[in-house]
């Protein structure tokens, strides 16, 4: 059975930081690409960040310079850096796991972060 479990979130004030965690089980997980996305109340799921199998991440152009994304393939995570959160920012976060050949995808169960003072 495939689990995505994403952890880390919480409430944080504006400028403040924090580590968001997915650990991934029952897939290959060196071979998959990773990501997060978010969702807001009332909008569209958009891009955060992706790392590919060999570590090349791409970002949404909201959260370049702030957020990094890694992955550790020993640990099955894949780890999302936040620094200089806004309160835009504020969103469920969901991991993702992508493979290409062939294709699949799943997705985790998301976990909340709120910036506000």
């Known amino acids: 059975q495939v689990q995505l479990v994403e952890s880390g979130g919480g409430l944080v004030q504006p400028g403040g930081s924090l580590r968001l965690s997915c650990a991934a089980s029952?897939?290959?997980?060196?071979?998959?690409?990773m990501g997060w996305y978010r969702q807001a109340p009332g909008k569209e799921r958009e891009l955060v960040a992706t790392?590919?199998?060999?570590?090349?991440?791409n970002y949404g152009d909201s959260v370049k310079g702030r957020f990094t994304i890694s992955r550790d393939n020993a640990k099955n995570t894949v780890y999302l850096q936040m620094n200089s959160l806004k309160p835009e920012d504020t969103a469920v976060y969901y991991c993702?796991?992508?493979?290409?050949?062939?294709?699949?995808?799943?997705w985790g169960q998301g976990t909340q972060v709120t910036v506000s003072s």
């Open positions: 993702n796991g992508r493979r290409l050949v062939p294709p699949n995808m799943y």
């Open positions: 790392i590919a199998s060999r570590s090349v991440t």
């Open positions: 029952g897939i290959s997980f060196s071979i998959y690409a």
